[in-house]
């Protein structure tokens, strides 16, 4: 939890200081995906269950799924997003 404040942190911090120059600083927070590091919860029925319970989407999310969020965040269409972080998360935190 620290570092992922810390990193939200400094992704507002370097938004406020380099926006005036141009440069937009945003972040993705990704929820629950399958990869190699998830392998064993989804592995785990229980767990597996749990999580997929507490996800809307009601799946796993696809390494695939964070790259529309990166195509808008380096779009013009995202010119006027300063400092945000993005949750990519099957609407995890929407809970």
Excluded: M, Q
Aim: aromatic residues 8%; charged residues 20%; proline residues 4%.
């Amino acid at each position: 939890t620290a570092s992922k404040s810390g990193l939200a942190g400094l992704t507002r911090l370097l938004a406020c200081e380099w926006a005036a120059k141009g440069i937009n600083v945003n972040a993705i927070a990704p929820g629950y995906f399958v990869t190699n590091n998830t392998e064993a919860l989804r592995a785990d029925a229980d767990r597996n269950a749990a999580i997929l319970g507490r996800i809307p989407a009601g799946r796993w999310g696809d390494p695939g799924d964070i790259g529309g969020a990166a195509v808008f965040l380096s779009s013009r269409a995202a010119d006027y997003v300063h400092g945000i972080v993005l949750p990519v998360d099957g609407g995890w935190l929407a809970r």
